[in-house]
């Protein structure tokens, strides 16, 4: 069974920093590429950044831009985010995303598998 379990959310501050962290199972976790879209009360899940079957090649949303990096370990069949200078506006259930394809999308209706998510909450 295809399992994606993201970790490593919490409660921090403006300005702080936290990674998180997708763990894959049950998939061949190389050949697909992988994402993290995230989704506010009242508003529509929406891309956060993505990275291709290897590295370096990765996209991001222009709100993160700068401050948010993605990657991944195919070895350890792991996906991450590094999220720095945090803002409220940040606060979001950030879910991971698995896409039969060498490049990721920000279409959500392209991807396969999805985490339960992790909550992320940055206040002021």
């Known amino acids: 069974q295809v399992q994606l379990v993201e970790s490593g959310g919490g409660l921090v501050q403006a300005g702080d920093s936290l990674r998180l962290s997708c763990a894959a199972s049950?998939?061949?976790?190389?050949?697909?590429?992988m994402a993290w879209f995230r989704q506010a009360p009242g508003q529509e899940r929406e891309f956060v950044g993505g990275i291709r079957w290897s590295g370096p090649s990765t996209a991001y949303a222009d709100s993160v831009k700068g401050r948010f990096t993605i990657s991944r370990d195919n070895a350890k069949n792991t996906v991450y985010l590094q999220m720095n200078s945090l803002k409220p506006e940040d606060t979001a259930v950030y879910y991971c995303?698995?896409?039969?394809?060498?490049?990721?999308?920000?279409?959500?209706?392209?991807?396969?598998?999805w985490g339960q998510g992790t909550q992320v909450t940055v206040s002021s």
């Open positions: 049950g998939l061949a976790f190389s050949r697909y590429a």
């Open positions: 995303a698995a896409s039969r394809g060498e490049i990721p999308t920000t279409q959500r209706r392209l991807y396969d598998y």
